[in-house]
């Protein structure tokens, strides 16, 4: 399948439309876990419906001394791969189409959640990834709009912007897409030597390690609840030898463990790594609540998101993954 490129709204607008449009937004240099946000959006929007591409490195989301003059730009074969993972077209805006007066002048702004963590390291960047999304969504009028949940603070941050102020799209996440190692697949993985991506797999594997202590401690606590605390039951274990089980099963029910148990394990990865050489330099590695990424208390239940960010050398990486608290069974 081949994708048309097309460059100002004039040229998108006309395209008949006999099902629905299903817009993934991109800033180019495309890889596997773009292409599966694409071949998702393919299924969504199913043969009569039409899947668009865009690809705009959007400036107004990069600070001062980061890195948006270096971001890769790779067009062709951005479109190559747009088309043969099932899209119909990628629009690829000028920064005069998009800006038509220059940076705008009014502007969204992302509130108390976009100035937690991402928003923390990287100061209006929020404001300016809402603010392109906003333009994007209007300038490609899609039905449904597709985002990889690596970006977790970006798509809860999309997910609220169209929730409160009323756009009329669905809003997709689609799970993270990792290489074979464990580490996410990131368009600024290319900026990494050798020695660097061995490193960087310690995102990944802290994520992991909490991840697994958290699996830990679930199942234990599951079974605490299958063993009430009685002297008639305790004898009664003791009998068929499932003492030990029962003392280690409440004894997780009732003492420290919980987020911090799992930060703990996370951070113990970290703190290896950043003796490694090269170093790996920690932003910050949080367990959060999605729906306003604030910390979540020892009683937390429902959804988390366990979220790393570092630099190892020149590149800044980050990765998440969802944790459920309350449920036994593997939350990843």
Do not use: W
Not at 73 to 86: I, W
Not at 138 to 164: E, F, N, S
Not at 176 to 201: C, F, I, K, Q
Not at 318 to 323: A, C, E, G, H, T
């Amino acid at each position: 399948m081949t994708a048309t490129l097309l460059r100002t709204a004039a040229d998108l607008h006309p395209r008949v439309r006999t099902g629905r449009r299903a817009v993934v937004m991109t800033m180019g240099a495309l890889h596997e876990g773009h292409a599966t946000l694409i071949r998702t959006a393919r299924k969504i929007a199913g043969p009569e419906g039409e899947v668009v591409v865009t690809v705009f490195v959007n400036p107004l989301q990069f600070g001062a001394g980061e890195d948006l003059d270096r971001y890769p730009r790779t067009l062709d074969a951005d479109v190559e791969l747009a088309g043969t993972s099932g899209a119909d077209a990628v629009f690829a805006p000028s920064v005069d189409e998009v800006y038509p007066g220059g940076e705008p002048r009014v502007r969204i702004s992302a509130g108390p959640m976009g100035e937690r963590l991402e928003g923390a390291a990287r100061p209006g960047h929020f404001d300016g990834m809402l603010t392109v999304v906003a333009k994007l969504l209007h300038l490609t009028r899609p039905d449904v709009a597709l985002y990889g949940q690596k970006d977790a603070q970006q798509l809860a941050l999309i997910r609220r912007m169209v929730r409160d102020l009323n756009f009329g799209v669905e809003i997709v996440g689609v799970p993270t897409v990792r290489e074979e190692d464990g580490l996410a697949l990131s368009s600024r993985n290319r900026y990494l030597s050798p020695a660097e991506r061995r490193t960087a797999l310690a995102l990944s594997q802290a994520l992991f390690a909490g991840r697994d202590r958290h699996a830990a401690q679930e199942a234990l606590r599951a079974r605490a609840r299958e063993v009430p605390a009685s002297r008639a039951r305790a004898e009664a274990l003791s009998a068929i030898g499932e003492s030990r089980a029962a003392a280690d099963a409440h004894a997780v029910a009732t003492t420290a463990g919980g987020p911090a148990a799992i930060r703990a394990a996370a951070r113990l990865v970290l703190d290896e790594a950043a003796r490694l050489d090269p170093p790996l330099t920690l932003d910050y590695l949080a367990l959060v609540d999605p729906s306003d990424f604030t910390d979540v208390g020892d009683d937390f239940t429902g959804e988390a998101v366990l979220a790393v960010a570092a630099r190892v050398g020149a590149t800044r990486l980050i990765d998440n993954i969802p944790l459920t608290f309350g449920t036994f069974g593997d939350a990843s």
